[in-house]
Structures are given as C-alpha cells and as structure tokens.
C-alpha cells in the first residue's frame, strides 16, 4: 500500500447550521402564504355561498307570489287583486281567484310583516319569504307591480337581492 503522506477526511453527512435555517425560512415563508391564500379563499366562499342564498330567497318569494305556495294558486290565477296598507310600513295584498266548475271563488292574501322581516301566505301563515328587508306592492287596474329585496348578514359578509315583477290579471279587459 502505498502513501501518498495526505491524511485523508472523513467527510461529515449532514447539513450545516446555515443550511438548515435558510430552509427553515424559506419554509416559513411559503406556508404562511399558503395559509394566506387559504383564509382569503374560504373568505370568497362565503361570501358567494351568501350571496346566492340571497338571491335563491328573493326568486324564491317571487315565485311563490306568482305561481303559488301550498296548494294555493298565485297571483297569476288572479281576477282581481286589493292592497291595503298597514302600519310599521307592511301591507296585505288579498286576491281573487275564480272557482273551477261552478265552485266559489277562492280568496287569499300575501302579508308582508316589516317589522318581522317576512313574508307570507294568509291564511295559514305559510313562508313566502324570510328576511325581507323591503317589499313594495302596487295595484293598477288589470296589474299588480310587486318589488322585493332580500337582505341577509352572516358575520362580515352582507349581500342583498331586489327581484321584481308584475302580474296581468285574468279576465281584465285590456
């Protein structure tokens, strides 16, 4: 065997001290902003979950008012509509819908409670619509204009809908 008369190291296998600080920063930093990113996603979708149980609730009401809730026909069905204003700035909205085959006419009403923030179908109470934070209602001969907003609040997100619409009444001479 022959010497070369150099000692020769045993090289150590591991990192330095610098090298493992440098990663662990570089690490910190590409967590934090994977957390960052995470928070303000989760913030996004809250905020579009709440806005489309906002407008589900607005074109919900709409609908029941038109078409009917229950077994009820809407205002589509109607001949004849009155409104009658009340106090705290709701209103009852009563309807006229002719009997089928000889059988009487059916009345019935929509109710707006604004100080309850609701609407709904008289009689029996039945849910139109639920934080209704405004709701207009006009009657015209041979029409009934109606505009409903939907406003709802979930911790810092608020979203808010206004649907509107207007109904001919049947058999009304245009």
């Known amino acids: 065997m022959r010497s070369t008369g150099k000692v020769r190291r045993k090289r150590n296998a591991g990192f330095t001290l610098t090298e493992l600080l440098v990663a662990s920063a ?8 994977a957390v960052a990113l995470y928070l303000r996603h989760q913030g996004s979708l809250r ?14 009401a709409m609908n029941r008012m038109v078409y009917g ?16 204003n009340e106090s705290g700035g709701g209103w009852t909205l009563t309807y006229t819908i002719p009997g089928l085959h000889g059988a009487p006419p059916q009345v019935y009403a929509f109710q707006y409670l604004a100080s309850e923030r609701r609407l709904v179908a008289t009689p029996g109470d039945l849910r139109v619509g639920t934080d209704i934070a405004n709701a207009v209602a006009e009657v015209n001969p041979g029409t009934v204009s109606m505009e409903i907003t939907v406003e709802r609040e979930q911790g810092r997100f608020a979203s808010r809908r206004t649907v509107a619409t207007f109904v001919r009444l049947r058999n009304w001479p245009y």
Not at 26 to 33: I, S, T
Not at 73 to 80: D, I, S
């Open 26 to 33: 570089l690490l910190g930093m590409v967590m934090a902003g």
């Open 47 to 60: 905020s579009t979950l709440l806005a489309v149980q906002v407008e589900t609730e607005a074109n919900l």
């Open 69 to 84: 809730v229950g077994n009820r026909r809407g205002l589509r069905a109607a001949e004849q509509a009155t409104l009658a």
